[in-house]
């Protein structure tokens, strides 16, 4: 065989438990239960874009995954099955191995199968597509949020964003928070359980991967509302607000992007449940604003609007 | 909005007929009728590899979805959905419209939606998956071939490989066939219909894109039988044969790949249906070898066996 078909062979084969028909085929089989319906998602990371080439192989290979497990959770979908199409300019069987290991590492923890893929040979990039599978009527949506929807987001958002800061060298924080804070960035944690236990509770999700505002805006211009956030509330890592500087941390938790948390809407007579489901998942849920009547997005801090930073997103063309 | 997401609406947005939720939320959703299993295939197509960087845009749009119907095709499935994560170095508008149109004359012939992609900043490549419904049963595979079937391919091979020869500088060829022989390579034709009526008659199917020999090689492989080829047998185009160059035409019909017809086994007995099918869809089926008990592949010219060629198949990385 040809060192393609040995690629795909040698670090990615394994035995389709679920699927009718796995990789080694023109197509993988897959079996969806009754009346369940698939969710489908693709994202890609480019080298030099979503991370250096010098980045460790693992942990690419682990975020290329996880960055769209966040998609599953945001639809509070069960992901089942991926395929991974992979641009590489070399081969180069140590990077692979790692690569995999990333990789497998998440999805043998998910309960995920590799079923297909494509190895091409050109600058370093990496699109993996996830299929999962969730009762249609449950599906979290952009599209439901209800004016007087409380606004909730999980975990803490902008580590992430602002362990890129320092790497790329616009913050020269240097404590030994950076290292957590960089962790963040390189092995975010998918929602997985949260947005499966929105279901029925929630009435809009999304993940957060651009950054607060931008996602978050696309619930408020699809389920036309107007997001009325309070920058006091957001929820900040004690790691985050070692940073320092006040501005950083700001732009940080509003647009830094990779936080990989769930942004969700639901009722004000929910808020009782959704204490009750922090606590048994362990998972912190803040409530950070809510849905009005109107458009777009109104920031307040200590209690007056205060203008919208103009970076409001993760625009890989600006 | 930001260009980016700009851009996913702008070209590539249209309502969703036939999925729960289309293009627009974390994931799309869609739903498998009953009893049918979903095939999946992705591939990537990267500028300077399988096209060049000034390829005409509206080619490159239509044969990323088309490369990906020819796995459908080999597999007997009915493709129904696709999703299209694109890497681009600039958002160019009159590119992507050309590309769009492209790609979506070739959808909308076929009945295929795109339900989903991402749009990234990074060197020019398309990685589209399509996703396709089959009885599982029906499905033709690579490992089902058996000893005595007779082996077939559609259509004619080594146009493709002939026009990139001479694209490349590799021929010298300058005759009018030239831009037969360019059209094959730039707007190849999946054999979507070959492929659904080859159900329950065909043993085994691949889809020739690396190469009859490197191909046909996977099916020997995973069936475990041995190919026996008949050189003489293998249809030639006219205009390939106008080429004159009796080695580059034995290499591009062998080995030349970006053919996209179909390679399939099936059992003597069904010659005459085989016949009849090939008549009732006006494309030409050409029996050319069989299967024997064995391993790896023969190559038999005027009655005699002859060397394989070095360049057995497709290497990206070669």
């Known amino acids: 065989m040809t060192p393609e078909f040995d690629l795909i062979q040698r670090y990615f ?65 069960s992901p089942r099955w991926a395929t991974l199409a992979l641009t590489l300019p070399m081969v180069d069987p140590a990077w692979l191995a790692a690569f995999a290991d990333g990789f497998f590492e998440l999805a043998d923890k998910v309960g995920v199968e590799l079923i297909g893929g494509d190895t091409t040979s050109g600058p370093l990039a990496v699109s993996v597509q996830i299929m999962g599978e969730i009762m249609p009527d449950s599906a979290l949506r952009r599209d439901q949020a209800c004016p007087g929807d409380d606004i909730w987001v999980s975990g803490t958002l902008g580590d992430a964003a602002a362990a890129l800061a320092i790497r790329q060298g616009r913050s020269g924080f240097d404590g030994p928070e950076r290292q957590i804070l960089e962790y963040r960035l390189d092995w975010p944690e998918p929602r997985l359980l949260l947005g499966t236990r929105l279901r029925g509770l929630a009435h809009a999700a999304i993940d957060i991967s651009d950054g607060l505002l931008a996602d978050l805006g696309h619930i408020a211009r699809q389920s036309s509302v107007q997001a009325l956030i309070n920058l006091d509330a957001l929820p900040c890592s004690p790691e985050l607000c070692a940073v320092g500087d006040q501005q950083l941390i700001e732009e940080c938790l509003l647009s830094g992007g990779d936080d990989y948390e769930l942004c969700f809407s639901a009722a004000p007579d929910g808020r009782d449940d959704l204490k009750k489901l922090a606590e048994s998942i362990h998972l912190k849920l803040t409530r950070i604003g809510k849905f009005q009547v109107g458009g777009g997005l109104k920031l307040m801090k200590k209690g007056k609007e205060v203008d919208l930073p103009r970076f409001l997103g993760f625009d890989h063309f600006g």
Do not use: C, Q, W
């Open 13 to 77: 084969t394994r035995p389709a438990k679920h699927a009718i028909l796995g990789i080694g085929d023109d197509a993988a089989l897959l079996r969806v239960p009754n009346g369940m319906a698939l969710a489908v998602s693709v994202d890609t990371l480019v080298s030099g874009h979503h991370f250096e080439i010098s980045s460790d192989a693992r942990s690419i290979g682990y975020k290329s995954l996880a960055v769209n497990l966040s998609d599953m959770a945001a639809m509070g979908a």
